[in-house]
């Protein structure tokens, strides 16, 4: 063997795991392995993982905070404005730059699949060309795709719809919209019908900023489910933050939950943006920003949770950690019981492996590519308690990183102890 890890926990698994790998692939797993390998891993007794996913992330503005300027106001629409005014200077190294060492801080998080949106406002298509370059350097610890994204709309300027096609043509895997940005309800609702009839023609996936706004009167969800029924796509549709749904009438919201379920189309939340994005029209009492994410849940609608933004002009902070992301998420959207803080752990891992549309291939399992992390926790509880470190990110059987936790050693009456934020056994 390549590569055996013993004394593993695996999750809705009892007790303890060993597993092998060999050529990449996940060889066996079994409570006892009798056999060597060039390397072993002793996971003391903690979870071992599918990597994390990271459905929704913005890497053509990583790290730019400040760039031109800081968003004063923290608000959407500052952000957008800011970023308006960077996009003449972009440059293809410094997207690259820092993209790249944005997607290093996610895999050493235990990201190894990446959902990236690339603006095609700017028809020089800078951030398109520098993203389809990185998905193929960084293929070697992530698999990235990446969304042809109109920022500022597809019908709010003339080269909207060919910047979109041309964003296509040079291989992007996914077909992007915003509309409740477009001038009118009517051009939000044909940049949805476009971005279908674009998927359909080019055999891509569809993804649309939907409804990211307070406004309880924003409904192109809607539109997006009807069209994920009408044309089949189902599974390959996926509607980002929803954040009106938050603000939506009970039995409206109620109606589409089941036409949801029935398009089996993906949803995903951002957490960190939204957060601190929506809602800021509201004054007190405050609403959260954020879609029904309980309610999706429950009504079998597949919900996934992204980053969204690396300190950049829509949020300032961030380190590229999901189980950070899946934590702030906990109490915003009340998920504080057992199995609900289960269900976030799936979020960040199963489903948005089902909104990216590689669960075929993912999962630690006899006969699946060996990609998975070694968490500094025995159980989900606790990697999202603690917002555990990765001890090792194993991709392709290959150790791709490995991290040594910090180490506290408290002095108090002439004695020392470490101090690790764990339960002392009784």
């Avoid at 031109?68 to 800011?82: D, H, V, Y």
């Avoid at 939204?274 to 405050?286: H, I």
Wanted: net charge negative.
């Amino acid at each position: 063997m390549d590569l055996v890890v013993r004394n593993a926990r695996l999750r809705g698994e009892s007790g303890s795991k060993e597993i092998a790998v060999r050529d990449g692939r996940v060889a066996a797993i079994e409570e006892r392995l009798a056999v060597q390998a060039d390397r072993e891993i002793d996971a003391g007794g903690n979870l071992v993982s599918a990597p994390f996913v990271d459905p929704h992330l913005h890497l053509d503005a990583v790290l730019t905070v400040g760039n031109p300027r800081f968003n004063e106001s923290g608000t959407l629409l500052e952000g957008i404005a800011i970023w308006g005014e960077r996009r003449p200077s972009l440059k293809k190294d410094e997207v690259l730059r820092n993209a790249r060492e944005a997607v290093l801080w996610e895999v050493a998080n235990g990201v190894q699949f990446i959902r990236t949106h690339a603006d095609t406002t700017d028809s020089a298509l800078v951030t398109v060309e520098a993203l389809v370059e990185l998905r193929e350097e960084m293929k070697d610890v992530a698999e990235i795709q990446v969304v042809a994204f109109p920022q500022d709309g597809i019908f709010t300027f003339p080269e909207g719809e060919a910047n979109l096609r041309r964003a296509l043509d040079m291989g992007c895997d996914c077909v992007g919209a915003i509309p409740h940005i477009e001038f009118t309800r009517e051009d939000g609702v044909r940049s949805v019908e476009l971005a279908f009839e674009l998927a359909e023609q080019y055999g891509r996936l569809v993804d649309i900023h939907c409804d990211e706004t307070g406004d309880d009167q924003s409904r192109f969800v809607e539109v997006m489910a009807k069209l994920a029924i009408a044309t089949g796509m189902g599974s390959a549709v996926t509607a980002s933050h929803t954040t009106a749904m938050h603000n939506y009438n009970n039995d409206y919201a109620l109606k589409l939950m089941g036409i949801f379920r029935r398009a089996k189309m993906n949803f995903i939340t951002a957490p960190f943006d939204n957060s601190v994005l929506q809602n800021r029209t509201d004054g007190y009492p405050r609403r959260r920003g954020h879609t029904r994410v309980d309610e999706l849940d429950a009504a079998g609608v597949n919900v996934s949770i992204g980053h969204d933004s690396i300190m950049d002009p829509w949020y300032p902070m961030g380190r590229g950690s999901m189980l950070a992301a899946a934590n702030l998420l906990m109490h915003t959207a009340h998920m504080s019981g057992r199995e609900r803080i289960r269900r976030l752990f799936d979020m960040i891992t199963d489903n948005s492996a089902t909104t990216m549309g590689v669960r075929d291939r993912y999962g630690v399992r006899p006969g699946a590519p060996a990609d998975f992390v070694i968490l500094d926790a025995p159980d989900e509880f606790e990697a999202l308690r603690l917002q555990s470190e990765c001890l090792f990110v194993v991709r392709g059987g290959a150790v791709v990183c490995e991290t040594a936790p910090a180490k506290r050693r408290l002095l108090r009456n002439g004695a020392a102890r470490e101090v690790d934020f764990r339960i002392p056994p009784k």
